[in-house]
Structure formats: structure tokens, C-alpha cells
């Protein structure tokens, strides 16, 4: 279909659903190209996010209709978009790697969403629409696996209070797209105030055009920090505020055993988001040097490397502020504020995640010491903290399910008695810790396998599971007896699966 040939009915029933605001189109051409999505045939409803649609004002049920797959396929142009592929560039890997940009990803532009006491405008993106001038002799498409773990992921972030991208809805259609197998094409519209990245700063720093870099900055404080406009050094504050958030992300992935797989610096957001979901995984036998991206051969983006790349890409974003800023020791400044934040909300996550209310000197070496055995042993990260809220201080045979997590059982009945010891310190109860511990341990997370079974039955047609997982995963905190089986172990077909950068 052609994307100008926007059926007149649906047409208007879209313009007056969605108001469109362009702000990232209002910058100067040179930050994008102006283009339109690539259609594909026959487009379906692979999976709706009802809470993403009420953010926009929509439902589910309108997202399924025809005419909102064709438009969320990239086939029928929305009214009031303007689609584009912004440009950036990027550090991949610890190198250098010069000009990347919206390769497969066409932004339609930003939706205004009339809140009480506030009005959110939402960039609305297609991811895998088609080819752009910064496809880089890639095909611009997105696979159906990938984009279900990008929708499934995002939603399941959210769910678990995590700062990401959420994902609106994925579409499919039955054009091959060729990877190490020969897969299906799909589309995963995904939702963000902004999608700048750490790299769009760094495309002009390395361009030696200070003038775009200087529109950028402003244009990121006006629009998304408009708080720091008074400070007397704005893009000092802006470092200093991605820093926290970036900080506060990396506290939060840490205490879930999130890996992201690729923290590229073009992958990091200025919005301190969870952002662009590839190679993935939630640790599930624990391993502190978890490497979940396949490609990932040297272990750059393991599990306990995460923070400290994360600041690494802050010193990336800081290289190209320091002009702006007046001074590197006033970017240094920034940049310091990332190891005592990070320090706090970690411990203050850690401290949570144990159900203690109080800080103590010895609390540190409690948690070493449970990181040590969890080294040893390699329970499953999610079960065993879930499980840790059943455990009853006067109770040791409480402790049945989660000593069968781990190998050398005496080694946490050692832990387990100095932690109730801890426990009785600030006389705790166990109802009220078990409940407290429990809302912020989830029960249910992203496993590869349950993303697997919901693709391979996505490749069969039956969107089910999809559906199904993005429900569970919507209240990953809440006890679901009719749901159990999804918090389990991974089965022994799972140990095989594989995720790299293939998407
Ligand atoms: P990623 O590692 O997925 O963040 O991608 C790095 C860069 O490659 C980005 O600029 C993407 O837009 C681009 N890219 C990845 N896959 C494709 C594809 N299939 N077609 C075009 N560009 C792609
Ligand atoms: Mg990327």
C-alpha cells in the first residue's frame, strides 16, 4: 500500500485520536533525513500494549483494527506525522565507530497526550520500517523474535519500575527477512519523550560542529530538562542530571539481573531509559561475569561490568560537553556524582531486596558474603530473593525451597543464621518484611525461555503467549497461583538457547 494512499475514513478517525507535536522534526535538516517507512504486505496484530496505548490515549482494541496495523506498520502514513531517521554516531564495543543513525528505525513524530496537570508528548517510532540513508547496507528490518523480546522486555521494564522505552504494539507480515535462518518481518512501535542518545551528542562532537552540538543540548534542556534552564551552567546540570539517572539505571538493572547486552554509546538514552533491546537476558543462575550477548565474546557488557561501562559512556557524553560546560574539571565535576549515587541507591536496593529497614556498619559484609555463596552456587537470581520473603525468622525449616537452590546447603544455612540475626537486630516481622520484600522482588520476569516458547508459537501464528507474557509480566510482583509454572526454574531445552546480536 501506498503510505500517501491514507484511506479517508480511518483517516479522520486517526487525526482525531492522535494530535501530533513534532518537536525532534523542528530541529535543524541536518539532524535526520526526512523519509517515509518502507510498506510490507499483509500486515497482522502480533501483540497491543493496553497500558502503552493509554499513555496516547488509546486502546487495545483500536490498536488491533486494520487501519491502525497498516499505520503501525509503516504502510498508511498517520496524519500529522513527519517520518524521519535521525542521525547519530557512536562508540560500539570500546571503539570509535563513526556514523550509525535510525537504521531501520523511522520516528513518526511526537503525539501530544492531554494528562491532568500536564501535557506528555510522546515520539512515536517504527522500528524495522525500512531501509534509511543510515542502514549502513543493512536490510532496515527487524525479525519477529526480536521485535516480540523488544515489546515483551519493555513492558516487562516498566512493570518492574524500571526507567525504558515502552513499547506501543508489534506487527508482522509474512515477508522473509534473511539472518542465520531465513525469519519473518515485524514492527515494534516503540515510545519515549525522546529517543537522543548518548551518540547523537557524540556525531557532532566528532564532526567538529559545535554549532549542532550547542541546538542539541538546548534543545534536550529545553524540552526534557526545562528544570535546569536556571542553573547557572545548564549543560554542566544536564551532565550532572544524566549522570544520576544513569546511575540510578544501572542501580536498578543490577538489582533485577538485567543484562542489556550492548551498551554502546549509541544504545545509552539522554533520558537515562533502558533503550534499544537486543541481545538481553534477566540472569537466571547467578554468575557475576553473566555474558548474555553471544557476540559478546570478550565479556565488556557482563553482568558486573555494566555500571562501570555505564560511566565510561558518561565520560563519552562529558567529552563532548566540556566546551559548553567551560572547563574539565567542571565536567569532572558532573561526572563524580555517578559513584555515590550508584553506591546509594544500590545499597538502598540490596537493602530492600533483604527486607532490612535499617542501615547498619556489618549490612555490607552480609550481602558480600550472600554475593560469594550466590558465586558458588549460582542459584537463580529471581527465586532466590522471591524466596528470601518467605523465610521466617524463627522458622529454619522455612528455608527448605531455597537451600534446594543452592549446592553447598551449608554454606547458606551459615549465611541464613547471621541474616535472621540481622533480622532480630531491628526486631523484624516477618509478615510485614515478607510483604515489604515481596513488592519489590519479583516473582516473574523475561526469562529466555518464555520469550522463546511465545515466539515459536508467534511463528505459528498464534499470538497467545504474547499476549499471555505481557500480562504476567504487567504485575511481575503480584502472587498469580494460576500463573506458577512461568516463575519456574528454566527447563533443560533452555540451557541450548543463544541470544547475540541478530536482529
Ligand atoms: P544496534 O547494535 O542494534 O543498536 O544497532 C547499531 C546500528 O545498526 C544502528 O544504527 C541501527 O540502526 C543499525 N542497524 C541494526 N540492524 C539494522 C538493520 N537490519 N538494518 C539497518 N540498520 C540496522
Ligand atoms: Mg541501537
Redesign the pocket.
Known amino acids: 500500500m501506498n503510505p500517501s494512499s491514507f484511506s479517508v475514513e480511518s483517516g479522520q478517525a486517526l487525526t482525531s485520536l492522535l494530535k501530533f507535536e513534532n518537536r525532534f522534526a523542528s530541529l535543524p535538516a541536518s539532524f535526520y533525513t526526512r523519509l517515509q517507512p518502507t510498506p510490507l504486505p499483509a500486515p497482522y496484530s502480533v501483540g497491543v500494549s493496553p497500558a502503552a496505548a493509554a499513555l496516547i490515549g488509546l486502546d487495545a482494541t483500536t490498536l488491533a483494527t486494520p487501519a491502525m496495523v497498516e499505520a503501525f506498520t509503516g504502510n498508511e502514513l498517520l496524519p500529522g506525522s513527519d517520518p524521519l531517521a535521525a542521525v ?1 554516531s ?1 562508540h ?1 564495543f570500546g571503539v570509535w ?1 563513526g556514523q ?6 523511522i520516528l513518526l513524530g511526537g503525539v501530544l497526550h492531554h494528562v491532568p496537570h500536564q501535557n506528555q508528548i510522546w515520539e512515536l517510532q517504527l522500528k ?1 520500517a525500512g ?2 540513508p ?9 525479525v519477529l523474535r526480536s521485535s516480540i523480546r523488544e515489546f515483551l522486555c519493555s513492558e516487562a521494564m516498566h512493570g518492574l519500575g524500571i526507567p525504558t522505552t515502552r513499547a506501543l504494539c508489534v506487527t508482522g507480515s509474512d515477508q522473509p ?1 534473511i539472518r542465520e535462518d531465513i525469519e519473518t518481518a515485524s514492527v515494534v512501535t516503540r515510545m519515549a519523550p525522546s529517543f537522543v542518545r548518548f551518540g547523537s551528542f557524540e556525531h557532532w562532537f566528532y564532526n567538529s560542529q559545535p554549532e549542532e552540538l550547542r541546538t542539541l543540548a538546548d534543545y534536550v534542556i529545553r524540552e526534557f530538562y526545562p528544570e535546569l534552564l536556571t542553573e547557572t551552567n545548564p549543560y554542566q546540570a544536564l551532565l550532572h542530571e544524566v549522570t544520576l539517572r544513569t546511575a540510578r539505571l544501572m542501580a536498578q538493572w543490577q538489582t533485577v539481573g538485567f543484562c542489556h547486552g ?1 551498551m ?1 554509546t ?2 545509552m538514552s539522554i533520558l537515562g531509559l533502558t533503550l ?1 533491546y ?1 541481545p538481553f537476558g534477566f540472569m537466571e543462575a547467578f554468575n557475576a561475569n553473566h555474558i548474555c550477548n553471544h557476540t559478546d565474546q570478550q565479556g565488556r557488557y557482563a553482568y558486573a561490568m555494566q555500571p562501570r561501562i555505564a560511566l565510561w559512556n558518561l565520560y563519552a557524553l562529558g567529552q563532548t560537553l566540556v566546551a559548553l560546560i567551560g572547563s574539565v574539571e567542571g565536567t569532572q565535576a558532573a561526572l563524580e556524582s555517578f559513584q555515590p549515587e550508584f553506591d546509594a541507591v544500590l545499597a538502598a536496593r540490596w537493602h530492600a531486596k533483604l527486607g532490612l529497614r535499617e542501615s547498619l556498619p556489618n549490612d555490607q559484609a552480609l550481602i558480600d558474603r550472600l554475593f560469594e555463596i550466590m558465586q558458588a552456587n549460582r542459584p537463580d537470581f529471581t527465586l532466590l530473593f522471591r524466596k528470601l520473603g518467605e523465610l521466617k525468622i524463627g522458622d529454619p525449616s522455612s528455608d527448605e525451597s531455597i537451600r534446594d537452590l543452592f549446592l553447598d546447603r551449608p554454606a547458606f544455612d551459615a549465611w541464613a543464621s547471621d541474616y535472621r540475626a540481622r533480622l532480630q537486630q531491628e526486631q523484624s516481622m516477618d509478615a510485614a518484611r515478607g510483604a515489604a520484600m515481596h513488592a519489590v522482588n519479583p516473582k516473574y520476569v523475561l526469562r529466555n525461555y518464555l520469550a522463546e516458547v511465545a515466539i515459536r508459537k508467534a511463528k505459528q501464528k498464534d499470538f497467545s503467549e504474547v499476549e499471555k507474557l505481557r500480562a504476567i509480566l504487567s504485575k511481575p510482583f503480584d502472587e498469580q497461583p494460576e500463573n506458577e509454572s512461568y516463575a519456574a526454574l528454566p527447563p533443560d531445552w533452555a540451557s541450548g538457547l543463544e541470544v547475540s ?1 541478530s ?1
Open positions: 547519530y557512536g560500539q565507530a550509525l543513525g535510525d537504521g531501520r528505525a524495522g531501509r534509511t543510515y542502514s549502513r547496507g543493512a536490510d532496515g528490518r527487524a527477512v550492548v554502546n549509541d544504545n534499544d537486543g546480536c536482529s
